[in-house]
């Protein structure tokens, strides 16, 4: 008995409708039984760990001082979000609070994790005493919860996971450095893993993280044109150091605050992924962070068991392959009451990079018939002897295709503009990132939001001091600042 295929909506008709419907099928994951929540499936978890290794290894791998995880509470006092008046402020309409534990209703009410800068400070403060004790370089891998009101699943959900990373040091310089340290990690996470181009660069004061003296971002352009705030990293200055009385004793004697950061990257990253590359035919997976690399097909009909015996050792030399550059298994599509066309559309939804069919015309030659996720009519026909050199090869060259394509997207939707009738005009149609002269001025910031509904994203860190006029109010602009609606 024949398996029904998995009919896939149509990526070139309806993105939204083609995104929920090939996370779903590919089973990435699944709607949490609460609004909001999402269960994140085997395949899509796989995806996040092969994000962490990579991040760990950077953290891990510094010169300066390795970053090292911990965990801190899920729940915290509320008094504690209290004393940063901008971080409560911020956070207030997303808290979820716990009023009641035990049965009884607490005397104080508990807030569910929206991130962690108050439970950690309260602890830096208990350790932080001496210029000895500096810096303090901590990351932690956990989930948070954050009350939207419009969720899609990896892009915006009640709860997701993350890494927030929260250190301290002696000096601003310092504190400025890793943040900055850790912004290229993020640009390298998403171009060199996700393969996704991002622009790099400071944000607004009213689009800053609440709290944070300021914010630098990565942003992506997904396929409708609309921007996704990839990751940020924040100088938190002193303000929480004041507000949790962290202090320390300098080389001097005397009493000082830290300056501190704090950085996140999530669980969304995945969904800027999944968007951005999949096709008609389902998600495009690129290969570094691929859980399977190849998928092994056999073609059944006769010698079955010869076939599937070739098909094992066909993954056995391909797993000789340098698991650090492509981490992931060789898969075996060996069902038989599965049809050779059937088990050929879930390689496609699931976005493995690599596909290799097997038959007797390939047992009996010692070949393989080889194509690629990217462009799956050029087959090739390779000798198993050079298997797992030409699988090496072949998923870098799916990696970079993958990444010159969403490129080229990148920069064919970025639009310099001098007029506000030409601004308003691509926001009504195609989108994407506009650059314009902005007098940085928060009430004109507002009236392009209210009117177009883009947002300044963020001053490139590349950007030059010009002269020019501001795209709304005309008046003088030293900057050109990226404009864009966003998730």
């Given at each position: 008995?024949?398996?029904?295929?998995?009919?896939?909506?149509?990526?070139?008709?309806?993105?939204?409708?083609?995104?929920?419907?090939?996370?779903?099928?590919?089973?990435?994951?699944?709607?949490?039984?609460?609004?909001?929540?999402?269960?994140?499936?085997?395949?899509?978890?796989?995806?996040?760990?092969?994000?962490?290794?990579?991040?760990?290894?950077?953290?891990?791998?510094?010169?300066?001082?390795?970053?090292?995880?911990?965990?801190?509470?899920?729940?915290?006092?509320?008094?504690?979000?209290?004393?940063?008046?901008?971080?409560?402020?911020?956070?207030?309409?997303?808290?979820?609070?716990?009023?009641?534990?035990?049965?009884?209703?607490?005397?104080?009410?508990?807030?569910?994790?929206p991130t962690s800068e108050t439970i950690m400070y309260?602890?830096?403060?208990?350790?932080?005493?001496?210029?000895?004790?500096?810096?303090?370089?901590?990351?932690?891998?956990?989930?948070?919860?954050?009350?939207?009101?419009?969720?899609?699943?990896?892009?915006?959900?009640?709860?997701?996971?993350?890494?927030?990373?929260?250190?301290?040091?002696?000096?601003?310089?310092?504190?400025?450095?890793?943040?900055?340290?850790?912004?290229?990690?993020?640009?390298?996470?998403?171009?060199?893993?996700?393969?996704?181009?991002?622009?790099?660069?400071?944000?607004?004061?009213?689009?800053?993280?609440?709290?944070?003296?300021?914010?630098?971002?990565?942003?992506?352009?997904?396929?409708?044109?609309?921007?996704?705030?990839?990751?940020?990293?924040?100088?938190?200055?002193?303000?929480?150091?004041?507000?949790?009385?962290?202090?320390?004793?300098?080389?001097?004697?005397?009493?000082?605050?830290?300056?501190?950061?704090?950085?996140?990257?999530?669980?969304?990253?995945?969904?800027?992924?999944?968007l951005s590359h999949g096709d008609d035919h389902g998600?495009?997976?690129?290969?570094?962070?691929?859980?399977?690399?190849?998928?092994?097909?056999?073609?059944?009909?006769?010698?079955?068991?010869?076939?599937?015996?070739?098909?094992?050792?066909?993954?056995?030399?391909?797993?000789?392959?340098?698991?650090?550059?492509?981490?992931?298994?060789?898969?075996?599509?060996?069902?038989?009451?599965?049809?050779?066309?059937?088990?050929?559309?879930?390689?496609?939804?699931?976005?493995?990079?690599?596909?290799?069919?097997?038959?007797?015309?390939?047992?009996?030659?010692?070949?393989?018939?080889?194509?690629?996720?990217?462009?799956?009519?050029?087959?090739?026909?390779?000798?198993?002897?050079?298997?797992?050199?030409?699988?090496?090869?072949?998923?870098?060259?799916?990696?970079?295709?993958?990444?010159?394509?969403?490129?080229?997207?990148?920069?064919?939707?970025?639009?310099?503009?001098?007029?506000?009738?030409?601004?308003?005009?691509?926001?009504?149609?195609?989108?994407?990132?506009?650059?314009?002269?902005?007098?940085?001025?928060?009430?004109?910031?507002?009236?392009?939001?209210?009117?177009?509904?883009?947002?300044?994203?963020?001053?490139?860190?590349?950007?030059?001091?010009?002269?020019?006029?501001?795209?709304?109010?005309?008046?003088?602009?030293?900057?050109?600042?990226?404009?864009?609606?966003?998730?």
């Open positions: 008995m024949d398996y029904e295929k998995k009919e896939l909506k149509k990526k070139s008709q309806s993105l939204s409708d083609w995104y929920t419907d090939v996370v779903l099928k590919a089973e990435l994951a699944d709607y949490g039984p609460v609004r909001g929540t999402m269960v994140i499936r085997p395949y899509g978890y796989a995806i996040w760990e092969n994000v962490q290794a990579a991040f760990n290894k950077m953290m891990k791998n510094r010169k300066e001082g390795a970053i090292r995880n911990a965990y801190f509470p899920l729940f915290i006092p509320y008094s504690y979000l209290k004393r940063e008046k901008e971080h409560v402020e911020g956070f207030s309409p997303e808290l979820a609070l716990v009023t009641i534990g035990g049965g009884e209703e607490l005397k104080e009410p508990l807030v569910v994790r309260e602890m830096y403060a208990k350790w932080i005493k001496s210029w000895r004790d500096l810096p303090v370089l901590i990351n932690q891998w956990n989930n948070v919860v954050r009350w939207e009101k419009r969720t899609f699943l990896f892009l915006r959900t009640l709860e997701f996971l993350w890494q927030e990373g929260h250190t301290a040091h002696a000096t601003e310089d310092e504190a400025i450095q890793i943040a900055l340290e850790v912004l290229e990690w993020y640009r390298q996470i998403y171009e060199d893993y996700l393969a996704l181009p991002v622009l790099v660069g400071i944000k607004s004061d009213s689009e800053k993280f609440a709290g944070a003296k300021s914010t630098w971002a990565v942003e992506a352009l997904m396929p409708d044109g609309k921007a996704l705030q990839g990751a940020t990293s924040h100088n938190l200055g002193q303000n929480f150091a004041k507000a949790f009385n962290i202090n320390f004793q300098d080389k001097d004697g005397d009493i000082k605050y830290v300056w501190q950061t704090s950085w996140g990257l999530s669980t969304r990253s995945l969904g800027g992924m999944f998600l495009i997976i690129p290969p570094k962070v691929a859980p399977f690399k190849v998928a092994i097909l056999p073609i059944f009909g006769s010698r079955d068991e010869e076939i599937l015996e070739y098909a094992k050792r066909v993954a056995n030399e391909i797993n000789n392959i340098e698991k650090s550059n492509y981490p992931g298994e060789v898969v075996i599509f060996d069902n038989k009451e599965i049809s050779f066309g059937r088990r050929v559309n879930d390689a496609e939804i699931k976005g493995i990079p690599l596909k290799i069919e097997i038959g007797l015309k390939e047992l009996e030659g010692e070949t393989l018939t080889l194509s690629n996720r990217v462009e799956p009519s050029s087959k090739k026909e390779v000798p198993l002897a050079k298997i797992a050199s030409f699988v090496e090869e072949e998923l870098g060259n799916v990696q970079n295709l993958i990444f010159s394509r969403a490129k080229k997207f990148l920069e064919e939707n970025i639009t310099e503009v001098d007029s506000y009738d030409e601004f308003k005009r691509i926001m009504k149609t195609k989108r994407g990132f506009i650059k314009a002269y902005w007098c940085e001025n928060s009430a004109c910031e507002s009236k392009i939001k209210e009117e177009t509904k883009a947002t300044t994203r963020v001053k490139l860190l590349s950007e030059k001091e010009g002269s020019g006029k501001c795209i709304l109010c005309g008046k003088k602009a030293r900057f050109k600042w990226i404009f864009a609606q966003s998730y």
